[in-house]
Nanobody, 126 residues
Framework: QVKLMESGGGSVQAGGSLRLSCAAS????????MGWFRQSPGKEREGVAA????????YLTDAVAGRFNISRDIAKNLVYLQMNSLTSEDTGMYYC???????????????????WGQGTQVTVST
């Protein structure tokens, strides 16, 4: 059974940083595509970043490029989302997602993922 557990959320002032972690377990594929998504009240869930655990650099959406970074620790089965220069627009529930195999053009689209975590809340105050 695939399980995803996010951690690292919290409250921070604008301009601050947070690092989210996603611990994945229970999957059998050698490599998987991992994505980060966020959802604010009244808004649709949007993709933020994605990375293939088998290698290569990650992908960041325009909304976060230059401020966020996605990385992985294969040995620990962890994927991180480093978030810098946070603004109130970054407030929301952050979810990680997993899909066996390589990332594709769907990597920041929620319809591409089968497995989801419960989310971790990020609140940025001004």
């Amino acid at each position: 059974q695939v399980k995803l557990m996010e951690s690292g959320g919290g409250s921070v002032q604008a301009g601050g940083s947070l690092r989210l972690s996603c611990a994945a377990s229970g999957y059998t594929a050698d490599s998987v595509c991992m994505g980060w998504f966020r959802q604010s009240p009244g808004k649709e869930r949007e993709g933020v970043a994605a990375i293939f655990t088998g290698g290569g650099t990650g992908y960041l959406t325009d909304a976060v490029a230059g401020r966020f970074n996605i990385s992985r620790d294969i040995a620990k089965n962890l994927v991180y989302l480093q978030m810098n220069s946070l603004t109130s627009e970054d407030t929301g529930m952050y979810y990680c997602a997993l899909e066996p195999g390589r990332c594709g053009s769907w990597a920041v689209s929620q319809v591409g993922y089968t497995y989801w975590g419960q989310g971790t809340q990020v609140t940025v105050s001004t």
